[in-house]
């Protein structure tokens, strides 16, 4: 009889099983003595389990992403045929949640908002019924007030959640002295004061036609944010300089410390050497604070300043052009134009040159909020709207600066 060897691994099926695939997957049918042999495979039905189980779970994934698939799909059919443009969404449908609803508001009131709407906007803490502008409103505003309180634009800036913000500073330093090798030792103690800036609030209201929040293509959003930035601005720019009273910040020019270098004549610059003014300005500011200093002038005493020649012949002032930008500088400084400065007369201070970061403080308490009033004007087909902010500012450290003043001595 011819022998063909097994050539079965190890732990394989038994030589008297017959293999029936059509009927069972795994294992094998009886003996020829009809018994059944012991499952062979436990682990592979374990894993062909557990496969299995991931298969179905990762077709549920798939199947509910495509659900809600379909569903926004459907949503933005919707939306489009309710806008009657075939194939294409909204303009506005970019926006965020919290512009949609921002832009509601202004335009039809809270009672036109969904409750989800009415939870994207922060409810102003201390004003029944307004809302806090939301981010991106905020942010245009404060863009818009730099172009008319140009000292917000130099000088420092942080937020505060408090009705008055204290700075500590030193009064006094440390002395040392040149002491022998067993000699006692002096001592000294430095001394501290503090700054207080209390916050202040501007308020203003806008009044705008019914007609006008129910034109669609208008921006009206952006047209409050540049009358609100206008209004506060120019008020900020007046009090920052000139503030006085229990009701606005201490102004920099109303501060009695404040470091001032002479005209050397009664009513205006000298008609010799008019340069050497600036030049002594110039250095009479520390080196820590001149080399982030600006100068700050109205558009009168800037030009005539513009006028001034060194011992050269050389005009004071130059232009240079950065990205086609020009960029006036006096010594090097650059120069900013602050209306509310005084023209050059008696006993004035036309111009400051100083370090506002460093001089300088504002504390923004309130950006801004907004109150919609649709009933007080309702007759004449008006809606108002009431802003406010909140805001503290003041002088952080008066030898920062060296104000030119106008007098003879």
């Given at each position: ?27 094998w ?54 806008a ?45 019924g ?41 009064t ?67 009090a ?65 300043v ?27 400084c ?10 050059i ?36 087909g ?28």
């Amino acid at each position: 009889m011819l022998h063909i060897p097994d050539h079965r691994p190890a732990g394989s099926f038994p030589a008297n099983a017959v293999r029936t695939p059509a009927r069972r997957k795994i294992g094998w049918e009886t003996r020829d003595d009809g018994t059944s042999p012991p499952d062979a495979a436990p682990e592979i039905r374990a894993a062909l389990d557990e496969l299995t189980g991931t298969i179905e779970t990762r077709l549920a994934t798939v199947d509910t992403a495509l659900t809600e698939f379909r569903g926004r799909l459907d949503q933005a059919e919707a939306r489009a045929a309710r806008a009657g443009i075939a194939g294409q969404l909204p303009a506005n449908e970019g926006e965020t949640v919290e512009r949609r609803a921002w832009n509601g508001f202004l335009r039809r009131g809270r009672e036109s908002l969904t409750a989800d709407e009415v939870r994207s906007l922060r409810l102003a803490d201390d004003t029944a019924g307004g809302f806090l502008a939301i981010d991106q409103f905020v942010a245009e505003l404060l863009r818009n007030v730099v172009q008319f309180s140009p000292i917000r634009q130099v000088a420092r800036v942080a937020n505060t959640s408090s009705q008055a913000v204290l700075l500590p500073k030193r009064t006094g330093r440390l002395t040392a002295s040149w002491v022998g090798e067993t000699a006692g030792r002096p001592s000294t103690e430095p001394t501290y004061g503090q700054n207080r800036y209390p916050v202040h609030e501007l308020a203003c209201y806008v009044d705008v036609s019914n007609a006008m929040l129910e034109d669609s293509s208008l921006d009206i959003a952006s047209e409050l944010a540049f009358d609100f930035a206008e209004e506060f601005g120019r008020a900020e720019a007046a009090a920052f300089l000139n503030g006085s009273g229990p009701l606005q910040p201490a102004g920099l020019l109303t501060d009695t410390g404040l470091p001032v270098t002479l005209t050397g004549a009664a009513a205006a610059f000298p008609t010799t050497s008019p340069a050497d003014v600036l030049i002594t300005a110039y250095h009479a500011l520390a080196p820590a604070y001149r080399a982030n200093a600006v100068w700050m002038m109205n558009s009168n005493t800037l030009a005539t300043v513009r006028k001034f020649k060194d011992s050269t012949g050389n005009y004071l002032l130059a232009t240079a052009g950065i990205a086609n930008a020009p960029v006036t500088t006096l010594l090097g400084c650059p120069v900013i134009e602050a209306p509310d400065l005084p023209d050059i007369a008696a006993g004035v201070l036309p111009i400051l040159f100083g370090d506002f970061a460093q001089g300088f403080r504002i504390f923004d308490r309130v950006a801004l909020s907004v109150l919609r009033d649709p009933y007080s004007q309702a007759t004449n087909g008006l809606t108002r709207f009431h802003a406010r902010r909140r805001v503290a500012a003041g002088i952080a450290k008066s030898e920062a600066f060296q104000a030119v003043k106008v007098a003879a001595s």
